[in-house]
């Protein structure tokens, strides 16, 4: 698990005041590195690891992780099983229907295409392509002309490639390009789309509270760089 000093950190004036008693869970899948998987002891790691624990002290709040499946993770959060998710998911107006998002803590970060070495030439609206469900990838292949195939695990589309289910996946750069990286069968095409507006904390709409202490603590590591050095870290996209 890669680490990141901080420095001493800025407690956000006021926010989560109210609610620096409660513990507040946090909802990720565990399994979409960079952002959050589950390291060799088990635990919660990544970028989100790293930087939810650093919100939760800036508006002095007690913060326990909770794991669950990327399908259900927007219900399970309606329903309390945990009180807010941090599982790089895309601010879209889709999910801002159904629940809330602090700020962008992420700028959109392009999704790439990945596909067996030899197949650089493919005519992706005309190809297969994979993706997990419910994301803005799945929702932007549906909407291309190609023939889009789902999976419940980022993990599974790469897989598809492997094994002749597609053609190509198409997901976040910054979780496929470890992946080719690896060597060998899998590479990246020299094509990205720019969708979403950003990853941000997603929260149910009566939490305005609990909202808005997540924001200030978001704005006060935009406003010190300490946000931009998480990034930079982690490879994941541009600095604000």
């Known amino acids: 698990m890669k680490t990141i000093l901080l420095g001493t950190a800025i407690v956000v004036a006021g926010a989560g005041a109210a609610l620096a008693q409660d513990v507040v869970r946090l909802g990720t899948e565990g399994a979409y590195p960079p952002y959050n998987f589950i390291d060799d002891a088990g635990e919660v790691a990544g970028f989100e690891r790293v930087l939810g624990d650093e919100l939760c002290a800036r508006a002095e709040l007690t913060c326990t ?29 889709e999910r801002d229907e159904v629940i809330d998002f602090t700020q962008n803590y992420t700028q959109p970060d392009p999704s790439a295409y990945l596909v067996m070495a030899g197949n650089e030439e493919i005519d992706l609206e005309a190809a297969v392509i994979a993706a997990q469900t419910g994301t803005i990838q799945a929702n932007f292949v549906a909407q291309s002309g190609a023939t889009l195939v789902e999976f419940a695990s980022p993990d599974e589309t ?39 507006g950003g990853i941000g904390m997603g929260l149910r709409e009566s939490d305005a509270e609990l909202r808005a202490a997540f924001d200030a603590a978001i704005q006060s590591m935009k406003d010190d760089g300490s946000l931009n050095a998480l990034l930079e870290e982690w490879q994941i996209g541009a600095t604000f």
């Open 65 to 93: 992780w909770v794991t669950n499946d990327w399908d259900s993770i927007i219900p399970n959060l309606v329903s309390g099983n945990y009180d807010a998710i941090m599982a790089g998911m895309s601010i879209t107006p």
């Open 158 to 196: 790469v897989a598809a490639v492997r094994n002749g289910e597609a053609d190509a996946v198409l997901a976040d750069k910054s979780f496929l390009m470890p992946v080719a990286e690896e060597g060998g069968d899998l590479v990246m095409l020299d094509r990205e789309e720019l969708i979403g």
